[in-house]
C-alpha cells in the first residue's frame, strides 16, 4: 500500500487496507477449520474473494465514518502465491513494481494512479473486470512486489558512488546478505552510508526467495 501524497491524511487509508487484509486473511485461515473450500479456489479466484471483501469494507468504513474520496487513495500491490506449487498470481492497482524470477516490471500511470478508493460506489464485479495489471507466473524462485519508492533513489551526497551496483537490481535480485532477515533492512543502510544513495519516496518491499 502507498497512500497518495495529493490525498488527505493518506496514512491513515494505506494503513487501514493493511489492516483489513490482514483480518480478511485471518478469516480465510480460521474458515478452512470449518471446511469452507477458500484454499480449493484457484489463485485468481481467491484473489477475486480478498479484494471483493476489501472492496465491501473500504465502502461501508468510507459511509460510516463519512470519509471524503481524497481520503480514499491508496495504490495496492497484492500477491497470493502456492510456494509448493510454485504457483502466484500479482495484483497492481494503481503505481508499483514486481520483479518475478529476475524480471522486473514497473507500473507507472504517469503520476495519476487509478486508485482503488476512486471506484467505492461502482459494481465490484465490473471494476474487477477491468484490471490490466495482473499477472500470473509460475516456477517461483525469487518473488518481490514494492512501491514506485524503489524508483526513486538519489545521492544524498556530492560524491555518492553507484559503481556497478543499480539500487533497484541490488534490492530485488542481488541476494547478498541473503542469510539475515533483516536483510533488506541491511541493504538499505549499505546504500546510504556506503554508496550515498537512498530512496526520496516512500518505499516498501516483500521479497520471497525460495531456497
Request: hydrophobic residues 40%.
Amino acid at each position: 500500500m502507498d497512500g497518495c501524497t495529493m490525498g488527505k491524511d493518506s496514512y491513515f487509508i494505506a494503513t487501514l487496507i493493511g489492516k483489513l487484509l490482514r483480518k480478511i486473511v485471518k478469516a480465510k485461515n480460521y474458515e478452512e477449520f470449518y471446511q469452507l473450500p477458500f484454499l480449493e479456489l484457484s489463485l485468481e479466484e481467491q484473489l477475486k474473494v480478498i479484494l471483493k471483501e476489501l472492496f465491501e469494507s473500504l465502502k461501508n468504513i468510507k459511509n460510516e465514518l463519512l470519509l471524503e474520496k481524497n481520503e480514499m487513495l491508496s495504490t495496492l500491490t497484492i500477491l497470493i502465491a502456492n510456494l509448493k506449487d510454485e504457483q502466484g498470481v500479482i495484483l497492481v492497482i494503481g503505481d508499483g513494481v514486481i520483479c518475478i524470477n529476475g524480471a522486473i516490471t514497473e507500473f507507472d500511470q504517469d503520476n495519476k494512479p487509478d486508485y482503488v478508493g476512486y471506484h467505492l460506489s461502482e459494481n465490484f464485479e465490473e471494476w474487477y473486470d477491468k484490471q490490466q495489471q495482473k499477472i500470473k507466473f509460475s516456477g517461483i524462485k525469487d518473488i518481490s512486489v514494492a512501491t514506485d519508492g524503489i524508483m526513486s533513489f538519489k545521492s544524498i551526497e556530492q560524491k555518492a558512488n553507484l559503481g556497478d551496483i543499480d539500487p533497484v537490481q541490488y534490492m530485488l535480485n542481488d541476494t547478498s546478505k541473503i542469510e539475515h532477515e533483516e536483510m533488506l533492512n541491511m541493504k538499505l543502510k549499505f546504500l546510504e552510508h556506503n554508496i550515498g544513495v537512498k530512496p526520496t519516496d516512500d518505499l516498501a518491499i516483500i521479497r520471497i526467495i525460495k531456497t
